[in-house]
């Protein structure tokens, strides 16, 4: 195959399931001109060092992952938002190595697709954080803790949005409050979610 890394070839080595329908993934890639590169443990391609595409696999599926898939056509209505938070990125989910064989022109059309938005510089327009929902439980501390409200405020708008979605997530007030308590230490100390 050409333009084949070899960074990249352990992921599809240590693929128990879905060897072939990746194998068949990643020829579609880099038939369209990509370069391959690895990127947060999975085979990513990209066109002019912009990402494109990413091949990842779970349990129920292998997927073709298009960056900015919500801007694209979609003509055949493949592309799946994963989650309702996910707003750039849409999959493209395969079962058996058919489906893909089957979809291979569609494919390779939408990964041009891609490669034309980003020449054209296209951005997804993301909701600003005023947009998300601040759960009560935590409005009420924002409210009572000035030091709170400054800190959450200072925080870069992707950390805060982590922390209102991970509050906004839990079903049960008690939950969303525990969340709250835990966190309110690392939002003092300028932290997001996951530093």
Request: proline residues 3%; contains cysteine; hydrophobic residues 40%.
């Amino acid at each position: 195959m050409n333009g084949t890394n070899p960074k990249v070839d352990f992921f599809f080595n240590k693929a128990k399931k879905w060897q072939e329908e990746l194998e068949q993934l990643r020829m579609i890639a880099l038939n369209c001109g990509l370069t391959e590169e690895l990127k947060w443990g999975c085979p990513c391609y990209t066109f002019q060092k912009s990402n494109i595409v990413l091949i990842h696999a779970f349990k129920e599926y292998c997927a073709f992952l298009f960056f900015k898939g919500a801007l694209l056509n979609d003509a055949d209505g493949i592309l799946i938002q994963q989650t309702e938070n996910v707003q750039a990125a849409r999959q493209a989910r395969f079962t058996d190595i058919s489906e893909i064989v089957e979809q291979q022109s569609a494919l390779k059309a939408y990964i041009y697709e891609a490669i034309e938005v980003e020449k054209a510089g296209l951005k997804v327009e993301f909701k600003k954080t005023e947009e998300f929902t601040i759960v009560e439980e935590f409005q009420y501390k924002l409210e009572r803790i000035p030091a709170l409200k400054t800190a959450f405020e200072a925080l870069t708008p992707g950390r805060q949005k982590g922390y209102l979605l991970h509050f906004s997530q839990a079903k049960q007030s008690k939950t969303r409050e525990a969340r709250v308590e835990k966190y309110i230490p690392q939002i003092l100390d300028g932290k997001g979610l996951d530093d």
